[in-house]
């Protein structure tokens, strides 16, 4: 297998680290406009297996043509969502699998956002679900953590403990804390933006999907081994949009720890409208306001030496369980920010996203998984997927939860 991973930011270079400790490929070449970081992200990396080179993620046939000339098997999305559109299809011009962590992006319902869904995340590439069905490829949609490792969980735990499902709640908390910052993202700022400050999507079976304003429904949830309590809100994410695909259940959620710090900053970006995407005219120059911003704060991926605590991802889920006893368990993966760097040199928040599409890959790569497609992670049989992150030596867990 030749793999092309695009973007050599925080997650793309640690989506090389890891997968050097495993042989499912031939080559991994790493792409990215600027070649000089996609050189420094493998330069402690084997020269048989890893290489670089320029690639212009937002040109289509800048991509189709490396694709073409190197023999890539898998294209995988490591960019912000804003390229998927170019990368997604030319991997399909190709008739080559196609690998992301966050899908097509969204757009607000124009007259009543907060109540009723626009254009949902990933639309786009649903609507030509057929297509590449038809031509006997997948894009793995949605691979990283959150989307992702949650997806394999919400159906991991619902098939295997659960009679039936109430509802399905991704939740998210960390108790990280980065030394001599007032304020600094531990994620990708231009992404939590985008994420955060959009109307949170929410699906329910009587109901379907339907919006809520930012932040809302809040909730204190007790995240596992250390971390506590946080209190979690209603943010936009994939695995609303996925999971009720393929898992019967009664309502799908997705809340995230933010603080109220973080929540703060957001509104004033978007009050002040800091958090657009589009160009404004600067002395002349034409530049977007969340770029700037994002340009602003420190990049993420650099912090990892001056972070401490742990993050926590997972699934809970409430229901019946086979006896038709009431049920609630959580399913989750926990890293802590000193092992990630002593283990791979990269802060906790990046690796614990990029692990999830190596995994992935040696799925595809050893025929454990396969399919055509537009797929999410929920799609797949989930115990192959569990069973590789522990031999990773990233042990998952599971609790119980108590109303």
């Not at 949605?142 to 098939?159: C, I, K, N, Q, W």
Request: proline share 5%.
């Amino acid at each position: 297998m030749n793999i092309l991973v695009l973007g050599s930011g925080g997650v793309g270079t640690s989506i090389a680290v890891i997968a050097a400790e495993r042989d499912f490929y031939d080559q991994i070449i790493l792409g990215d406009i600027d070649e000089s970081r996609a050189k420094a992200s493998i330069k402690d990396l084997d020269e048989k297996h890893f290489s670089h080179m320029r690639v212009d993620a937002s040109s289509k046939a800048d991509i189709v043509k490396v694709i073409k000339d190197k023999k890539i098997d898998i294209v995988m999305n490591a960019c912000d969502p804003r390229f998927n559109p170019q990368i997604f299809d030319a991997a399909y011009e190709c008739k080559i699998n196609y690998m992301d962590m966050a899908m097509h992006l969204s757009e607000p319902h124009q007259s009543n956002p907060y109540e009723e869904v626009g254009i949902k995340l990933g639309d786009a590439q649903f609507e030509v679900a057929d297509d590449w069905e038809n031509s006997g490829i997948l894009a793995l949609v949605g691979m990283g953590v959150e989307p992702g490792m949650s997806d394999v969980f919400a159906r991991y735990g619902s098939e295997k403990y659960f009679s039936s499902v109430q509802e399905i709640g991704v939740r998210d908390g960390a108790n990280l804390v980065i030394e001599g910052y007032d304020f600094a993202p531990t994620f990708s700022i231009w992404t939590t933006i985008e994420e955060c400050l959009n109307p949170p999507v929410i699906w329910e079976k009587e109901r379907g999907f339907y919006t809520t304003k930012p932040f809302s429904e809040p909730e204190t949830f007790f995240f596992p081994e250390g971390i506590g309590e946080v209190e979690c809100v209603n943010v936009e994410h994939e695995e609303v949009l996925l999971i009720p695909r393929y898992i019967d259940c009664e309502r799908v959620t997705f809340k995230y720890g933010l603080g109220d710090e973080f929540i703060e900053v957001l509104n004033v970006l978007h009050k002040t409208g800091l958090d657009s995407k589009d160009p404004v005219n600067v002395k002349g120059n034409m530049v977007s306001p969340r770029d700037v911003i994002a340009a602003t704060l420190p990049n993420p991926g650099d912090l990892g030496h001056l972070m401490s605590g742990k993050t926590c991802a997972g699934t809970w889920i409430k229901g019946l369980d086979k006896e038709g006893e009431a049920l609630e368990k959580y399913f989750y993966h926990v890293l802590d920010n000193k092992d990630s760097m002593e283990r791979w040199g990269h802060q906790c928040v990046v690796t614990q996203t990029a692990i999830n599409p190596v995994i992935a890959m040696e799925l595809l790569a050893t025929g454990l998984w396969s399919g055509s497609g537009v797929q999410g992670p929920e799609f797949f049989d989930p115990e192959p997927f569990l069973h590789l992150l522990n031999e990773y030596n990233c042990p998952w867990g599971e609790m119980d939860v108590n109303s």
